[in-house]
């Protein structure tokens, strides 16, 4: 049995994420403590009291889903469980990295903080947008956003899964593209609710700067393959997995391409590990055979445990 351990983005936070766990396990509780620290300001206490208007700052859900995701890692690993391969959704691919073993938690959490403003700052609010599209083929969404650019940018930036694609731009563009979709046949055309159009060319001013601190970075070589969201690439190096988190942050998010290239590698068992189930959902429509399993407390560790049959 092969087993990739996975870890969500942006999206799934919620106030209160993580407290159960770090009042159960030391391990998790470190995990808090030590990005509470490395941040300087009480990173904790926004994930497990909010406010959540302050929480869905994208400056701080990015360090405060990471903290989470690695809390509950934490929590995990005390069974002596480790993964045949790891892959995270956005800012996730930074937990799956400290997973492997190639960044720290305090390197982590800082470089994540600082890559939630660089995105935020990259495009003046209003000025970008996204939108998912479903139930419309990757080629036709494609084809639709390069019909409606006229100048200006709109491409695919979430390839999550059949039938859901995501794309990102400037408004204007994201608003032309949306229209071309329904009229090709797209079941839904959404506007979604963001703060910046995250993963097209539009955030090349925060890759350019997340390519300066992250090359300050120790990166390590990884316990486990990673395989990246920019191309779908399993990875171990640290020269490999650095170019993946700077490429990211205007490229697509290849998800559903990431899942087939884990089943093609033989894994049948996916554990989604941080706040929430999208990844767990995402997994079953791409492959329906898959085992998917999820752990966000207490209550979700002892049924994963069980589920895996590991024994205290």
């Not at 870890?7 to 030391?26: T, Y």
């Not at 959490?109 to 403003?117: E, K, L, N, P, Y």
């Not at 969404?141 to 999550?160: F, T």
């Not at 910046?196 to 070589?221: I, N, S, V, W, Y």
Request: net charge negative.
């Amino acid at each position: 049995m092969s087993t990739a351990w996975i870890f969500p983005g942006q999206g799934s936070q919620k106030v209160g994420m993580g407290r159960e766990l770090a009042d159960a396990f030391a391990p998790s509780r470190a995990v808090f403590e030590e990005a509470d620290q490395a941040l300087g300001f009480a990173l904790s206490k926004l994930c497990f009291e909010g406010p959540e208007e302050e929480l869905k700052l994208t400056a701080n859900t990015q360090p405060a889903i990471l903290a989470t995701s690695i809390a509950v890692l934490r929590a995990f690993e005390t069974r002596g469980l480790r993964p045949d391969f790891v892959a995270g959704h956005s800012l996730g691919e930074y937990s799956a990295i400290v997973a492997a073993g190639g960044l720290t938690l305090a390197d982590a959490v800082v470089a994540v903080r600082r890559r939630g403003q660089y995105m935020q700052e990259a495009v003046p609010v209003g000025q970008g947008a996204m939108a998912a599209i479903l139930n419309l083929d990757a080629d036709a969404v494609a084809s639709a956003c390069a019909e409606a650019a006229q100048g200006e940018v709109v491409s695919p930036a979430n390839l999550n899964c059949p039938g859901q694609i995501v794309i990102a731009g400037h408004a204007s563009a994201v608003d032309r593209a949306m229209e071309l979709c329904r009229k090709a046949g797209a079941k839904r055309a959404l506007p979604l609710p963001v703060s910046a159009p995250f993963h097209c060319a539009l955030m090349k001013p925060a890759q350019d700067r997340m390519a300066t601190d992250l090359a300050a970075l120790a990166f390590g070589e990884l316990a486990a393959p990673l395989v990246r969201n920019v191309d779908a690439r399993a990875v171990r190096g640290a020269s490999e997995v650095r170019d993946g988190l700077v490429r990211q942050v205007s490229g697509a998010v290849r998800w559903q391409e990431s899942v087939e290239l884990l089943v093609r590698e033989g894994v049948t068992t996916f554990v989604e590990l941080g706040p929430g189930t999208v990844l767990s959902g995402l997994v079953r429509k791409i492959h329906r055979d898959a085992r998917v399993l999820n752990i966000e407390d207490a209550a979700s560790l002892e049924k994963t445990l069980a589920a895996l049959e590991v024994t205290a």
